[in-house]
């Protein structure tokens, strides 16, 4: 009887998609919408969260430097308004919000020069 190489596994991962408008998109290769495919766990093995989004969407999608015009202390800086499946994520519990598959993150600025 075979053994399973769980090396071969792939980690299970969710879909969703997320939106930038007001000019974040700048920072993001001047792309309005990404599909993207994350790990379902977090490195503590914890389900991800709106927060861990937040981080990847830093390291990994971001393209421009300019990380400040965008989070402030890992956090999303305020004056972005944040929307899960059309919900101000307020509601929905901020960085702790479990993400779901298909879920639709979109980020507002809402920062205007002056």
């Not at 408008?21 to 495919?37: A, C, I, V, Y």
């Not at 919900?87 to 960085?95: R, S, T, V």
Request: aromatic letters at 8%; proline letters at 5%.
């Amino acid at each position: 009887m075979g053994t399973i190489d769980s090396s071969k596994t792939p980690a299970p991962s969710i879909a969703i998609s997320v939106e930038f408008t007001g000019g974040l998109e700048m920072l993001f290769d001047n792309r309005k919408s990404h599909q993207l495919s994350l790990p379902a766990i977090d490195d503590a093995g914890l389900p991800v969260t709106a927060g861990f989004l937040v981080r990847y969407l830093c390291d990994h999608v971001m393209t421009d430097q300019r990380k400040e015009f965008f989070v402030i202390d890992d956090a999303v800086r305020p004056g972005i308004l944040v929307l899960i499946n059309d919900a101000d994520w307020e509601l929905e519990g901020e960085e702790q919000y479990q993400l779901q598959p298909k879920d639709n993150v979109i980020f507002v600025s809402t920062l205007h020069g002056g």
